[in-house]
């Protein structure tokens, strides 16, 4: 059991992490290019917002794995509290994902308007898709 909860938040962590210095990236990106708009700055806000909540989630799992290191048997009280704080990031990583996902979307409108259509549709079936999934998941 306690492999099992040490694999799930080394996964999660990677993840969030690598996805938070990408959301990171791409809104210093929109601040280098020094655009003024409407858009731009929603884009920012949103990429920004999403990386801090990839954040939240990279310290929950991190914090839990050094938590969990070395215990050989989990207690029921233990194990109710791990999956109180694990639903905490999950939803702060679910959150930031579908917030990446409509960022990607807008952010095809500080190009032309054909990219905005086209990276809004990609990223409405992505949306779509990924809620599907996460509902069928989770029931």
Not at 40 to 67: M, N
Not at 89 to 108: E, Q, V
Request: hydrophobic residues 60%.
């Amino acid at each position: 059991m306690n492999e099992i909860l040490e694999l799930q938040t080394g996964q999660v962590s990677f993840i969030s992490g690598l996805m938070a210095g990408f959301s990171l990236s791409i809104a210093a990106q929109i601040i280098r290019s020094k655009s003024e708009s409407p858009m731009a700055t929603l884009s920012f806000i949103l990429f920004t917002a999403t990386s801090l909540l990839f954040l939240i989630a990279l310290y929950i799992d991190v914090a839990l794995s050094l938590r969990i290191a070395g215990i050989d048997e989990v207690s029921a009280e233990l194990l109710e509290s791990i999956t109180f704080v694990r639903s905490i990031g999950t939803s702060a990583a679910t959150l930031a994902l579908f917030l990446f996902i409509i960022s990607i979307g807008i952010l095809g409108w500080l190009q032309s308007r054909l990219a905005g259509v086209s990276s809004s549709i990609i990223a409405l079936a992505t949306f779509i898709m990924v809620w599907i999934a996460r509902s069928m998941i989770f029931g």
